[in-house]
């Protein structure tokens, strides 16, 4: 599974951005897909879970702190996962990661449960 971000970019606090996760060889409905992050100076951190989607796409999963700012969808058509971020705060500024999970039976929130990587794509969120 190759899998690209884009729609990175640079907005003011407050603002909104979507990021895309197109899949190159493989299916987004065939995973679990999860969004995570990594904030600037947390090279040496694992990256953070934001959110996630379910292989067959009736649920989602978020971080607390995502909570009712990032929503996550998917056009099967596009072989496209979405993550929209709304009410962005200078704190979300990051570089943006997806990832697919070949266990379908979960929602993994952790680096280790997901299988295949993009490339990440960055957000900066100025004040």
């Known amino acids: 599974v190759q899998l690209i971000e884009t729609g990175g970019g640079t907005v003011q606090a407050g603002g909104s951005l979507r990021l895309s996760c197109e899949a190159f060889v493989g299916r987004v409905s065939d995973y679990t897909m999860g969004w995570f992050r990594r904030g600037p100076g947390k090279e040496r951190e694992e990256r953070e879970f934001?959110?996630?989607?379910?292989?067959?796409?009736?649920?989602?999963y978020y971080a607390d702190s995502m909570k009712g700012r990032f929503t996550i969808s998917r056009d099967d058509a596009k072989n496209t996962v979405y993550l929209q971020m709304n009410g962005l705060k200078t704190e979300d500024t990051a570089t943006y990661y997806c990832?697919?999970?070949?266990?379908?039976?979960?929602?993994?929130?952790?680096?280790?449960?997901?299988?295949?990587w993009g490339q990440g794509t960055q957000v900066t969120v100025s004040s």
């Open positions: 934001v959110g996630a989607i379910t292989w067959n796409g009736d649920k989602t």
């Open positions: 990832a697919a999970d070949l266990n379908r039976l979960r929602i993994g929130t952790a680096e280790f449960e997901y299988d295949y």
